[in-house]
């Protein structure tokens, strides 16, 4: 159970950087599971939806990056 409070303590990261290494994570997930919702719209003919979640991916994708970026910087890499 973790603590809505945790400011470093308990996990030895403070927040900002942990917040950072999520928002980043989080995103290439979200961009892996926009595939597969991509290739379900496919298989049942829905263009529309498809795009939807294209788009979807694209910023997820583009989240990524920056966050991926953002981490290089502070990290030192």
Same mark, same amino acid.
């Given at each position: 159970?973790?603590?809505?409070?945790?400011?470093?303590?308990?996990?030895?990261?403070? +927040?900002?950087?942990?917040?950072?290494?999520?928002?980043?994570?989080?995103?290439?997930?979200?961009?892996?599971?926009?595939?597969?919702?991509?290739? +379900?719209?496919?298989?049942?003919? +829905?263009?529309?939806?498809?795009?939807?979640?294209?788009?979807?991916?694209? +910023?997820?994708?583009?989240?990524?990056?920056?966050?991926?970026?953002?981490?290089?910087?502070?990290?030192?890499?």
């Amino acid at each position: 159970m973790t603590s809505s409070n945790e400011s470093g303590e308990v996990t030895g990261t403070k +927040d900002k950087n942990y917040n950072l290494l999520w928002f980043t994570e989080t995103c290439l997930n979200n961009a892996l599971r926009m595939e597969t919702y991509i290739q +379900d719209a496919e298989r049942a003919k +829905d263009s529309e939806l498809a795009e939807l979640f294209r788009k979807a991916q694209a +910023d997820s994708r583009k989240g990524a990056e920056l966050g991926k970026q953002l981490l290089g910087s502070r990290l030192g890499g």
